[in-house]
């Protein structure tokens, strides 16, 4: 992993649980909920550069916090706001990351059971590599706000909602830095990228007095360094991330 994002700054420096329809349906609140758990993730790294190419992989684990009614409203407006807090770590390189998002938008009922929005939104994004350089401390950070567009789709059951949501998310004014003690540090921009996402969740247990939340997502994130040279030109960083959440809602 370290010479993965070595070479990145030399340039510049299911879930699907269907369950069937029960004979009576009566719809479950519509009240937003705040939801706590866990996450889990894997990671692919891809850096491309010239007729290069090396590709390494991070798991990560973390904690996620929501609130909001993307889950629970029927027609109207609906919203979330969340938190997200990860960390890896593999052959002492470490990764350390987090995010926060804001997400509005509008729901239309197709029937009783079926409704699909559409969300406009934004957030920001921290990263921290820290890889094992054996002597001295190194950290390559990168900062992105970004905004987002998506469609969604929630179908509820009698006591359970799922919901699929697929997107994008642009990054705006990026920077990445790379820091050594004792040395000093240099920063660069990182290009402007579109990068999509998608998710699937499933609400459960809505009547009870514990529902929880469970939920697999992917998202590409590709970053590119914003400089003149050729080699920044034909110099990416790729990252596939494929993850779970499961927590509590209330």
Not at 117 to 136: K, L, Q, S
């Amino acid at each position: 992993m370290s010479k993965l994002f070595g070479k990145f700054i030399k340039s510049t420096s299911l879930l699907a649980l269907v369950a069937a329809p029960g004979v009576v349906f009566a719809a479950p609140s519509t009240d937003p909920i705040s939801t706590f758990g866990i996450m889990g993730s894997y990671n692919d790294f891809k850096l491309e550069g010239g007729s290069e190419s090396d590709k390494e992989h991070m798991p990560e684990a973390g904690l996620f916090y929501n609130f909001g009614n993307k889950l629970t409203a029927e027609s109207g407006f609906i919203y979330q706001a969340g938190i997200e807090a990860k960390y890896g770590e593999k052959s002492d390189n470490k990764l350390k990351e987090g995010q926060a998002d804001l997400d509005l938008g509008w729901r239309a009922a197709l029937d009783a059971r079926n409704f699909v929005d559409v969300i406009v939104g934004g957030g920001y994004t921290w990263t921290r590599y820290e890889p094992d350089t054996n002597g001295y401390d190194m950290k390559l950070t990168n900062k992105s706000p970004f905004a987002k567009a998506a469609l969604g789709y929630n179908h509820q059951f009698d006591d359970m909602t799922l919901r699929v949501e697929a997107g994008a998310r642009h990054t705006i004014d990026g920077r990445a830095k790379l820091k050594v003690d004792g040395v000093g540090s240099d920063s660069v921009d990182l290009k402007d990228r579109t990068n999509p996402y998608a998710e699937v969740s499933l609400l459960m247990n809505q009547k009870g007095d514990l529902p929880v939340m469970a939920g697999l997502y992917y998202t590409r994130t590709e970053y590119k360094l914003d400089n003149d040279s050729y080699v920044a030109d034909n110099t990416k960083l790729k990252r596939d991330e494929y993850g779970f959440k499961v927590g509590i809602a209330f």
